[in-house]
């Protein structure tokens, strides 16, 4: 195949979250909020103690890690930890939750309590999730359970571990660069081909940590990079027995590389891991037939079936324009 690396690049450039407006907005909603918050709790101390309740924060997910992609729907977000001095035994996960909660309300903005985090929605299309956490002498605990949960819980977390494990991936910017462009094209294949079984989706935290462990550099190749990583991906399933079925299905295990070192898969069910499975095979197959697809033009027709129309279509008489040259990457489009 004609080397499409100038089309990745373009590729990988439409789909980047990153622009200036972009970023903008979001730090803006963000900085907004934790005024709010810091205004709002000023005068809130821990329950039985006589001491305030105090936090700081940090950016946190794909803004953090450098590997976020343009949202569908323009639906944009920011990952937020708020770290509070506290131990897990005085505060309860939930009854914090809900206090922030009550102290961000808005007419302008709904707020959610979710499981993992707690969720500021705007009407122009953004949000805010904020991970709410116990330092315990910075051994970081994050508050886990929805607003009605019966069991919430502390539970062990390494925010910032896990930040720095994907930003030192490797040892030189182009190396980076590289990783960080399959992971936009991994999220950019999982938002086209999971919205039909959206409940199937993997989360984009898994991918970027088995990219991440499957990272293997080609230089001036992003293609190749990334069919090792998928092949990687689909060759760490396994068959197990599914007793509601009567049948044998495909799971799939993959560890955070930092503390508590939890499979971040084991809440998909084999129906889920099923359906990833079977994506997750034909992507494999899929870029792998465009690899070894003499024509420019129809391998870019193959891509852009991966992953959408802002992947560019290679137009046939420029396809049939021989020793055309590769692009060379210079590290700054990470």
Request: charged share 30%; net charge neutral; with cysteine.
């Amino acid at each position: 195949m004609p080397n499409l690396q100038n089309e990745f690049i373009k590729f990988h450039d439409a789909i980047k979250l990153g622009t200036y407006e972009e970023e903008q907005k979001l730090r803006d909603k963000r900085e907004l909020l934790i005024k709010e918050l810091k205004q709002g709790l000023k005068d809130e101390k821990i329950p039985g103690k006589d001491k305030k309740l105090v936090f700081s924060y940090f950016g946190q997910g794909s803004y953090a890690m450098h590997t976020g992609i343009i949202p569908p729907n323009n639906d944009y977000d920011i990952d937020v930890g708020i770290v509070f001095d506290i131990t897990n035994q005085e505060y309860e996960p939930v009854k914090l939750k809900k206090l922030i909660r009550d102290k961000l309300t808005r007419h302008n903005r709904t707020v959610v309590i979710r499981r993992p985090c707690i969720t500021v929605k705007y009407s122009d299309g953004y949000h805010v999730d904020l991970a709410v956490y116990a330092s315990n002498s910075d051994d970081y605990h994050i508050a886990w359970g929805k607003e009605h949960a019966t069991d919430p819980t502390w539970e062990k977390s390494s925010p910032k571990q896990l930040i720095d494990w994907v930003n030192n991936i490797s040892d030189t910017a182009e190396k980076r660069s590289q990783y960080r462009r399959c992971v936009r094209y991994l999220k950019a294949w999982k938002e086209k081909h999971f919205s039909v079984d959206g409940n199937a989706m993997p989360p984009s935290i898994g991918l970027t940590i088995q990219a991440g462990k499957n990272f293997n550099y080609k230089e001036g190749n992003d293609l190749e990079s990334l069919i090792a990583i998928v092949s990687a991906i689909k060759n760490s399933f396994f068959m197990v027995w599914d007793e509601q079925s009567g049948a044998y299905k495909q799971s799939i295990n993959a560890d955070l590389p930092v503390e508590p070192f939890s499979n971040v898969y084991e809440k998909m069910t084999l129906i889920q891991t099923n359906i990833f499975y079977d994506k997750i095979e034909a992507l494999v197959e899929a870029l792998e037939a465009a690899r070894d697809e003499a024509d420019g033009h129809k391998a870019s027709k193959i891509f852009r079936q991966v992953f959408g129309d802002k992947f560019p279509l290679v137009e046939e008489e420029e396809a049939r324009a021989s020793n055309k040259k590769p692009y060379l990457t210079t590290g700054n489009n990470a």
